[in-house]
């Protein structure tokens, strides 16, 4: 069913209170933190924006270039976001022993620096960086240190923000940028992101469906569910007869599968939710 927004707090408290929650959350959760998504009206479809593939990274060398070029410049926007009243509100459902644990779709780590700490970074995360190679990860900040070290003399103006957290510039931009390589092996460095073409690691594929499978109710917060990656967690909590509930700013693919849909700006809703929680 869905509600007016009101009616939804209220029955929103009600069903987080019931606790064994397991929260789903999509780029819709950060984009009152200033990250685009893929599909709003602001979104990244709304223009002409062709996300990375697997494949074109690991093939393309100037592709590849292309990317780090964009994701170096965008890596400031994405580190210093701050968490909003959606993320803190999750984090306080946790923290007031509702919520379980947290399945996010996002690679912005925004959940963590809420406080929530029971989180599966479903898709990775953009402040670590990962060698093709070797398998060695280490933090994001360094490899951001080492490519400003061998591009003092690079600039490039910004054209927009994606949501992957590399930012669109002009293919001239391009030139002389330099690309650095692993410090243990010179093998190749990507982010320690699953990009389109890619698959979710079978751990932590398994720990969201375990993580499901314990809860008693699936919150999906800022997801149209349109990517299988995430929605298979809601279809399978349905088939097993959970409760499904959404918030989300728009239609998505599991709507008939929830017993309260409701669509309202997510930071505003859940904040209200959580003050009504903390009475």
Request: aromatic content about 6%.
């Amino acid at each position: 069913m869905s509600v007016s927004s009101d009616v939804a707090v209220r029955d929103l408290a009600d069903l987080v209170r019931g606790g064994d929650v397991v929260v789903l959350s999509g780029a819709g959760l950060s984009t009152e933190s200033g990250i685009p998504d893929y599909r709003g009206e602001t979104g990244a479809t709304a223009r002409t924006y062709t996300p990375m593939t697997y494949q074109t990274f690991v093939k393309d060398d100037i592709a590849r270039r292309r990317y780090w070029a964009r994701s170096h410049l965008g890596w400031g926007f994405m580190r210093d976001a701050e968490p909003n009243s959606g993320h803190r509100a999750v984090a306080e459902f946790e923290r007031l022993g509702f919520v379980r644990g947290v399945i996010t779709q996002n690679v912005d780590a925004l959940h963590e620096k809420a406080g929530s700490t029971n989180v599966i970074d479903l898709h990775g995360r953009l402040d670590r960086v990962i060698c093709l190679s070797c398998g060695r990860t280490e933090p994001r900040v360094d490899v951001h240190e080492r490519l400003h070290a061998a591009n003092q003399s690079w600039e490039a103006e910004v054209l927009a923000i994606n949501p992957d957290g590399d930012v669109e510039l002009a293919e001239t931009a391009l030139d002389g940028f330099v690309v650095v390589e692993c410090v243990a092996c010179g093998g190749m460095l990507k982010p320690d992101v699953v990009y389109f073409g890619e698959n979710v690691p079978r751990e932590r594929v398994e720990a969201a469906y375990a993580m499901t499978d314990r809860a008693a109710l699936v919150l999906v917060l800022g997801s149209s569910l349109t990517v299988f990656s995430g929605r298979r967690f809601v279809q399978r909590a349905a088939q097993d007869g959970k409760l499904i509930v959404i918030v989300n700013e728009g239609q998505t693919r599991c709507d008939d599968l929830a017993y309260l849909k409701v669509d309202a700006p997510l930071g505003r809703t859940l904040g209200a939710v959580a003050a009504e929680l903390a009475e």
